[in-house]
């Protein structure tokens, strides 16, 4: 049974009124009531609908985005703004907003979403991002809420509706352009373990090691787990091996620039001593000294599709799961270079 504005000021001891003046945060009621009723409400899981009064029967007109990190963090890395155009950009033609998540811990987007979800927020979510064992993703299966997801979940993929890249033959496809330059010697440097992508993506870079007979060494691998906040040290490990890599495959573009400038602390040139290759073709990519080789991975088709995604859900809630393989497209540039 859900629970109500009643059940609330029954538990704190105050009259339904004053429920409703604590939610609209009534400068009139004091900070100790405040309090008193929030940790009720949170205890009973009562999340008030805002919108109830205006929305019965109606739409919310409003999709949540939500991140993998704060909006704050996030918006450093280009991809989420661009992949947010994509996103925009279809939901405008629908006439729909965007609410974005704002938690900067893995416990307060949860709680967050359940706000949305709850409160009845918004009529569907993008999620932006695929982890393994993800409450949140879990979550909003159980919900019955629309979503989509930017990534292939770990598990069960075919019953979520979810965008992504082949990401294991596009690491594949770095390492054999790197290959083809004569590099024998090629690391890897992933992101988090738990995201699929990165999952993916050290996937593909061992099976075209074996394709072409070069055997996997686990000291050429660095994620940031291995990594603990000690990235610059990582790096200087890794070319301090007995045999160095002579070329390197990065998660993506910004850890390419961060690889890069350790490199350069180390007085290592690239590519004249090291191969560096990225992923997402961000715009800034082509600016650098030497410009990035990289992997164009389509990011605003991605936000496009995944909007489009959850807006057929919203419109048509019978319509089954279905998954997009967006294209992507290996740019060649002045930072790798034939042994």
């Known amino acids: 049974m859900a629970v109500t504005i009643k059940d609330v ?46 929305l ?40 729909y907003g965007l609410y974005l998540s704002t938690g900067a811990t893995q416990e307060e987007i949860y709680r967050e979403v359940v706000e949305m979800v709850q409160g009845r927020r918004v ?16 979550y909003l299966a159980e919900s019955g809420l629309p979503y989509s997801v930017v990534g292939r979940p770990f598990t069960d993929p075919c019953s979520v509706s979810y965008v992504d890249n082949d990401n294991i033959n596009n690491a594949k496809a770095t390492v054999e352009y790197l290959v083809g330059l004569g590099h024998r010697n090629i690391a890897f440097v992933g992101g988090a373990a738990d995201f699929v992508v990165s999952l993916d993506r050290l996937e593909g870079y061992k099976q075209a090691l074996a394709q072409h007979g070069i055997p996997f060494d686990e000291a050429y691998t660095v994620n940031q787990e291995l990594m603990g906040g000690g990235e610059r040290e990582a790096i200087r490990q890794l070319m301090a091996l007995g045999i160095p890599p002579t070329a390197i495959v990065t998660h993506d573009d910004m850890v390419a620039y961060e690889v890069i400038g350790y490199l350069e602390d180390l007085e290592i040139g690239v590519p004249e001593d090291v191969s560096i290759i990225g992923f997402n073709n961000h715009a800034i990519s082509r600016h650098l ?18 909007a489009e995604l959850v807006l057929e859900k919203i419109t048509d809630e019978s319509t089954p799961p279905k998954q997009v393989v967006v294209a992507s497209r290996l740019i060649e540039r002045g930072s790798c270079r034939r042994l």
């Not at 009259?15 to 409400?41: C, F, G």
């Not at 000294?289 to 995944?306: E, N, Q, W």
């Open 56 to 95: 019965v029967g109606k739409k919310s007109q409003t999709l949540g985005v939500i991140m993998e990190n704060s909006a704050t963090l996030a918006f450093q890395n280009p991809f989420f703004p661009e992949v947010l155009r994509g996103i925009s950009t279809r939901a405008h033609g629908s006439q």
């Open 289 to 306: 000294k030497p410009p990035l080789s990289t992997v164009d991975i389509s990011i605003y088709d991605l936000g496009l599709h995944a």
């Open 123 to 138: 009529d569907g979510i993008v999620l932006l991002y695929s982890k393994i064992g993800d409450p949140v993703m879990q």
């Open 9 to 54: 000021a029954k538990q704190a001891g105050v009259s339904p009124a004053t429920v409703s003046r604590v939610i609209a945060d009534n400068p009139r009621i004091s900070s100790k009531t405040k309090v008193k009723v929030r940790e009720v409400m949170e205890g009973l899981g009562y999340f008030p609908n805002f919108q109830a009064r205006n």
